[in-house]
């Protein structure tokens, strides 16, 4: 697997990015660990959890099913993984978060509980982390919902302390908007504390529909604001939107689309499945493979539940798309 440097840090970083946080939970345990191995020994690096993870996967769960899969996985390969994983999501009660009837939690309320920014918080966060996880340090430490609650001066202090001791070697933000990361940054600069080198957010071949209020999912002035910065790197979840291309069933009705159905959807969506036909690829690996060679470089970051959806999103790895066919994907819908 090809590899790029992350931010302007000097780490190279596996192309494609592996989300465990669906690990420990919908997907077992045996499964989880192939698919670790299979990745490790495919040449990628780059693995994601959070504290969080997977709470919303079972009533009653606050998380740490993720990390504590990894930690029992890690010992013996803990240099070969370039570690990231994430505080300030994790809901501090339970209670009440799921209703009779309902098949999911109530978002809402779990939002105005999670556990936020604060630096006692994340200070005994990335502890728990290090404890469930069965390390003494991670490579990459995100702050997973950025919130304005705490002052930023707070949490950045906080978190260069983590760096300090050695806890995490660099740090992110995911969840955020461009003019805080801009403030971030600059925070960083005039009090020398560790800036975030990586941006996980949401971002697909979908463009956001029009008027989209949304903190977590790229728009055109975010793709603007990280070509003129190389030393953060977009780290892109949610890429394949759940799956949702390769399916006009899966699409319909699917939670993951709300925030795409801008009139050029079906013009994109077009678009991807005739050139998944030209190349002989499924449409989810189009779009893999269509972020991969996108400005700025950016890393994707997928989270298959079975063997085989690992297999397939590997394997987009080897798509090569025309300079004609991504000039096509990229003026689908304009
Ligand atoms: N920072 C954040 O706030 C944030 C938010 C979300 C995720 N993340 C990170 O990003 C990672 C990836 O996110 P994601 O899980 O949303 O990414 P994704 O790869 O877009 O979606 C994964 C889901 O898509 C479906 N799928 C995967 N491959 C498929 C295929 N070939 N055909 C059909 N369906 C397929 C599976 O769901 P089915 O059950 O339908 O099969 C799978 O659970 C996570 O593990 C996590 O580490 C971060």
Redo the contacts with the bound molecule.
């Keep these: 697997m090809k590899t790029v440097e992350l931010g302007r840090t000097g780490e190279q970083v596996s192309q494609l ?6 690990m420990g939970t ?1 997907t077992d345990e045996p499964t989880s660990v192939e698919m670790l191995d299979r990745f490790l020994d495919a040449g990628g690096n780059f693995i ?3 504290n969080c ?1 997977c709470w919303w996967a079972r009533e009653g769960s606050l998380g740490g099913e993720s990390e504590e899969l990894l930690g029992r996985w890690l010992p013996g390969r803990r240099d070969r993984v370039f570690l990231a994983t ?1 505080g300030s ?1 994790m809901v501090w009660d339970s209670d009440g978060l799921w209703r009779d009837g309902q098949s999911g939690p109530d978002w809402a309320l779990a939002r105005s509980r999670f556990e936020g920014t604060g630096a006692a918080t994340l200070t005994k966060a990335i502890d728990d982390s290090l404890r469930r996880l069965r390390t003494d340090h991670v490579d990459l430490y ?1 702050v ?2 950025d919130s304005r609650r705490t002052p930023l001066e707070e949490t950045l202090e906080a978190l260069a302390g983590i760096v300090a001791a050695g806890k995490a070697r660099y740090i992110g933000w ?2 955020v908007r461009t003019w805080r990361l801009e403030r971030i940054r600059q925070l960083c600069a005039a009090n020398g504390w560790p800036a975030p080198v990586a941006l ?3 971002h ?1 071949y979908l463009r956001p529909k029009a008027g989209l209020d949304s903190a ?1 999912i790229v728009d055109d002035e975010q793709l603007d604001y990280l070509r003129e910065h190389d030393d953060l790197s977009l780290v892109a ?8 291309y ?2 006009a069933d ?1 699409r319909a009705g699917h939670w ?1 689309m709300d925030s795409y159905q801008g009139p050029d959807a079906q013009a994109r969506l077009a678009a991807v499945a005739a050139v998944a036909g030209e190349v002989g690829a ?1 449409p ?2 189009v779009v893999l493979a269509w972020l991969l060679r996108s400005s700025p470089t950016m890393i994707p ?6 063997l ?3 297999e ?2 590997h394997a987009a790895l080897d798509v090569v798309l025309s300079d004609e066919q991504a000039a096509r994907l990229d003026a689908a819908g304009a």
């Design positions: 990015a592996l989300g465990a946080m669906i919908s994601d959890t959070a993870y994430k999501a995100y997973h919902v995911s969840n996980q957010q949401q697909t977590s979840y949610s890429p394949i939107l759940k799956g949702v390769d399916s899966k993951a499924t989810n690996q970051l997928v989270g298959p539940r079975t085989e959806q690992y397939t999103a």
